[in-house]
């Protein structure tokens, strides 16, 4: 491709120098036909001057033809060999003029001769050089009359000449050489620089761009946080009230708790959203392929639709389908649950359809919706992040905007291409295409309730109110707990719960972001270095940067980003601890 472009560039600077060749031919042949008007005939003269002008115009014109029109890169060769043709004949009419004027007897036209050529010869290296064929047959056609007509005249001043003309064409040829890889490293360099301008306005416009959507990131999300954060804080405020009048009611007590879980399920879901983002942007999100039955699939998303449709009134279908897929179970129900998701959201009359068309040797799985429908200038626009088109007041019943944004990573990583069709007022179809599969499916996972369990654990968590609230939490649910802000106060505890009778270990918990610069990573091999061997860990982390995820991830441990709730740390504790047991038992 490059070097397509460097040899038009070449061309191009050919045809260029044909007009400085266009006005010499004109004044030069009009002074060597004046000096020439005495020992060469009249007729002679006027026919090679109007056989240099017709040439000169010819040439005009093809220089003009050839910067009017739009070229294809194949075509270059073409125009330059045409241009070498003009410059041979060109050179061959200025040698016949040689051949006419190499008079040694009388001296004032044969000198005018001579410098005249080799003018000539040595002007064709700056503007023949860009193409050296073109160069080569101007020279040797415009030395050949002369070189003849000196050796048949034979004497002194012929050889000289001669050599004179030997010297001069090696030299230009050697400059002719020179010249050309000069132009053509000069052309390189240019169309890099193009290039790299070009690349740089590219990145200035990508951070441009980037720079804007983080603001308008950063601005939706703090308002998005700062939401659930004040009601929370008018809830304490309320359930502080409420204990200075005396003791609390158990209808008041449990009425805050439920307002307290739906603000909390509403900010660990913005969370958990920009955490979602983030791990994809990390990369550490791995795709697991299997065969998928996308009739179980669609019967597990029907089933789960079906009470939202009851609620908003909407019919609600699922076409059928027996076709097996290839794709990540889990992340293409992911997709498909958070585009289900938004065509409910928006969809206040009418319904939402599931299906799926035969696309050759993929399935086209559809979702079709009689919601407002999306601008066709906006389409592109739903896939960024807390961009809500129909939420201007930023309704959280409507979501917050991340759905579409993690759809669309997770179509690239599964390799599935995303499709948005939409009729404004009519509504929109949103579609991901999966290849076919033919081999036997894998049943997706049902979620089952996770078995009681007790056993010992050591918890770091330099945070002291969320580490009495952990420790609460886990005595209640019956483990047995030694807390501290550091490893060093963890041991220190577990080494008198030692004194006092047996203090077994199963679990570690540590936060992931400690004081003194330490990490959970570093707790936990201090803490197995304690205890004399290791064990299975947990590792919480409220970090959504993709380079501490990927960090955090790469240690192996189990990981929980904050919040969390009390199911998920016992769901996190049970595994944890199965895994660990089954380890242990595969190593004896």
């Known amino acids: ?40 005939s009249a007729s002679w003269l006027i026919g090679w001057l109007g056989a240099l002008y017709l040439l000169t115009a010819i040439r005009v014109l093809a220089a003009r033809r050839f910067f009017s029109r739009d070229r294809e890169p194949t075509s270059a060769l073409r125009w330059a060999w045409l241009a070498a043709a003009f410059s041979c004949v060109s050179g061959l009419l200025w040698g016949m003029l040689g051949w006419v004027g190499f008079l040694p007897e009388a001296p004032i036209p044969f000198s005018f001769t001579v410098i005249v050529l080799t003018g000539l010869i040595c002007g064709t290296v700056p503007s023949l050089s860009a193409f050296p064929p073109a160069l080569v047959g101007s020279i040797v056609a415009t030395v050949l009359p002369i070189t003849v007509r000196s050796i048949t005249n034979g004497g002194d001043i012929s050889g000289a000449y001669l050599s004179l003309l030997a010297g001069l064409v090696a030299i230009n040829l050697y400059y002719c050489r020179t010249t050309y890889h000069m132009l ?21 416009d990508r951070a441009q761009a980037a720079d804007r959507a983080k603001t308008r990131f950063l601005a939706a999300a703090s308002h998005d946080l700062r939401q659930p954060i004040h009601a929370l804080s008018l809830l304490i405020a309320t359930l502080a009230a409420l ?26 879901a913005l969370l958990n959203g920009l955490l979602d983002i983030s791990r994809l942007d990390a990369g550490v999100v791995t795709v697991a392929k299997e065969t998928v039955n996308l009739s179980q699939l669609f019967n597990q998303l029907g089933s789960e639709f079906a009470p939202v449709a009851k609620d908003r009134r909407l019919d609600w279908r699922v076409v059928e389908s027996r076709l097996l897929v290839d794709s990540d179970p889990m992340m293409l129900k992911r997709v498909l649950d958070n585009l289900l998701s938004n065509a409910f959201r928006y969809t206040r009359s009418g319904g939402v359809l599931l299906g799926c068309r035969r696309r050759d040797a993929s399935v086209e799985i559809q979702i079709w919706d009689t919601g407002p429908g999306i601008p066709a200038d906006q389409q592109a626009m739903v896939f960024e992040e807390f961009v809500q088109l129909q939420n201007p007041a930023r309704d959280r019943a409507l979501g917050l905007g991340l759905g579409l944004a993690i759809v669309r990573r997770t179509a690239v990583l599964l390799q599935h291409p995303l499709k948005l069709v939409s009729v404004t007022g009519r509504g929109s179809m949103f579609s991901v295409t999966v290849p076919i599969a033919s081999a036997v499916e894998t049943p997706l996972p049902d979620n089952k309730a996770s078995p009681g369990i007790a056993v010992g654990i050591m918890v770091v968590e330099d945070e002291r109110d969320v ?118 038992d595969s190593g004896r």
């Open 243 to 268: 204990g200075h009048r005396g003791a609390v009611a158990s209808g008041d007590a449990r009425d805050l708790a439920g307002k307290a879980k739906s603000i909390v399920g509403n900010l660990s």
């Open 184 to 204: 053509r490293e000069t052309i390189r360099l240019r169309l890099e620089n193009v290039e790299l301008v070009s690349h740089l306005q590219e990145e200035r």
């Open 1 to 40: 491709m490059q070097e397509d472009k460097i040899r038009e560039a070449l061309v191009e600077l050919l045809y260029r120098n044909s007009y400085g060749v266009v006005v010499a031919n004109i004044l030069i042949s009009l002074a060597a036909a004046y000096v020439l008007r005495s020992v060469v």
């Open 467 to 584: 580490l009495d609230i952990m420790v609460q939490l886990l005595t209640l649910q019956g483990h047995r707990v030694y807390a501290g802000r550091s490893a060093a106060e963890v041991q220190q505890i577990h080494a008198e719960a030692i004194e006092a009778g047996k203090a077994p270990v199963d679990l570690i918990i540590a936060d992931y972001r400690l004081g003194d610069g330490a990490t959970g990573l570093d707790v936990i091999e201090a803490l197995c270095a304690h205890i004399g061997r290791s064990v299975p860990a947990v590792i919480v982390t409220g970090d959504t940067s993709p380079s501490r995820i990927k960090e955090a991830i790469a240690s192996g441990h189990r990981i929980l980003h904050k919040p969390i709730t009390g199911e998920e740390l016992h769901e996190a504790i049970v595994t944890a601890c199965v895994d660990g047991k089954e380890s242990i």
